[in-house]
């Protein structure tokens, strides 16, 4: 049984960081790609970050490059975001997804999803 459990969510100022985490478990050979999706309230879901596990390739969102890192420990089976400069209108919540041969920004691409960790940031 796959499951995939977030933390590391919470509420900073405007400029800081945080670091996501999401632990997998469970048959974890069954996805090539782990991403990011990110929730506001009002908002369609939108893929922040994904990571093509065989390769290590990375894809971004526009409006997180350059301030956003995601990464994978393969011994823990762990996937990570770092966000730093924070911004208030990364305000959400953030759900860890897995799935698929390739990545793609569509959330019906992923199979499998966590239930998400806060992220608030105030101006």
């Known amino acids: 049984q796959v499951q995939l459990v977030e933390s590391g969510g919470g509420s900073v100022q405007a400029g800081g960081s945080l670091r996501l985490s999401c632990a997998a478990s469970?048959?974890?050979?069954?996805?090539?790609?782990m991403g990011w999706f990110r929730q506001a309230p009002g908002k369609e879901r939108e893929r922040v970050a994904s990571?093509?596990?065989?390769?290590?390739?990375?894809y971004y969102t526009d409006s997180v490059k350059d301030r956003f890192t995601i990464s994978r420990d393969n011994a823990k089976n762990t996937l990570y975001l770092q966000m730093n400069s924070l911004k208030p209108e990364d305000t959400a919540m953030y759900h860890c997804?897995?799935?698929?041969?390739?990545?793609?920004?569509?959330?019906?691409?992923?199979?499998?999803w966590g239930q998400g960790t806060q992220v608030t940031v105030s101006s």
């Open positions: 997804a897995a799935g698929g041969s390739f990545c793609s920004r569509e959330s019906r691409a992923y199979d499998y």
């Open positions: 990571i093509y596990i065989p390769s290590g390739s990375t």
């Open positions: 469970g048959p974890t050979y069954r996805w090539a790609c």
